[in-house]
């Protein structure tokens, strides 16, 4: 895939979700894009983030019908888990609700990466392109809070970096990024409010997609933000 003004076929992963849904709407409607395909609960009843088996699963399954994707987009994770609020304070800080954080928003994609990243088209330019936070930024940190959150954002941040470095030892065209969609009006933020401006599902989706069609293999490894700017780590 030079760029999304070619063919191309793409896979979003957490089609279900706001922004995912705007993704596939999206690429469903590409002139470009030949075959699109998801996974997420509705279409894969047993897919678990947090059950390694449940991914490999689903990898084998595409893997056996010979998909090979020129973009995969991840736009899985979580803020609220099991309806508890993110911490405005350490003395707020859960173990186990820490760890369901890193389990859903970084270790799930470090598992989506082990075994969706060999499906990545070989020999071409491909994107892994999975869904980061501003938030993860280690620099821009100035509010605190969130502690978990932050720190499994922070966590993917290096997860997507390490990963870029293996993948382009093999495949020298193949990048793979984070990216921060900006607030989106979704049910992840509907309850926080925010000075920033919040976008439609759509546009955020318009945006991002805009921003990996301008990617090259010298971007691999980073976050970008919505703009195209890159994100601190």
């Known amino acids: 895939m030079q760029s999304l003004g070619q063919s191309f076929n793409a896979l979003v992963i957490g089609a279900t979700g706001g922004i995912g849904g705007a993704f596939l709407e999206q690429l469903e409607a590409h002139g470009n894009c030949q075959y699109v395909a998801r996974l997420d609960r ?8 947090r059950t390694e088996s449940s991914i490999i699963e689903t990898s084998n399954h595409f893997q056996n019908e010979g998909a090979l994707f020129d973009l995969i987009i991840d736009a899985t994770g979580a803020l609220e888990i099991d309806g508890k609020r993110p911490e ?3 003395a707020e800080i859960d173990p186990a609700n820490m760890a369901a954080h890193f389990a859903i928003n970084a270790i799930g994609t470090a598992l989506i990466i082990k075994h969706f990243a060999p499906l990545m088209r070989p020999g071409e330019r491909s994107v892994f392109a999975t869904l980061g936070a501003r938030v993860g930024s280690i620099e ?3 509010l605190g809070g969130w502690v978990s959150y932050r720190a499994a954002k922070a966590a993917k941040n290096q997860i997507v970096r390490t990963a870029s470095i293996e993948i382009q030892r093999k495949q020298k065209q193949h990048i793979c990024v984070a990216l ?3 607030t989106v009006a979704t049910r ?3 309850n926080y409010n925010t000075p920033s401006e919040k976008f439609t599902p759509l546009i955020a989706a318009k945006k991002l997609l805009s921003v990996i069609d301008g990617l090259v293999p010298n971007d691999s490894g980073y976050q970008f933000a919505y703009d195209g700017s890159r994100v601190q780590s």
């Open 140 to 142: 821009d940190n100035k």
């Open 42 to 49: 509705a279409n894969f009843e047993g897919f678990d983030l």
């Open 188 to 190: 992840l933020s509907e």
């Open 180 to 182: 921060h969609p900006g």
């Open 88 to 90: 405005r304070a350490f």
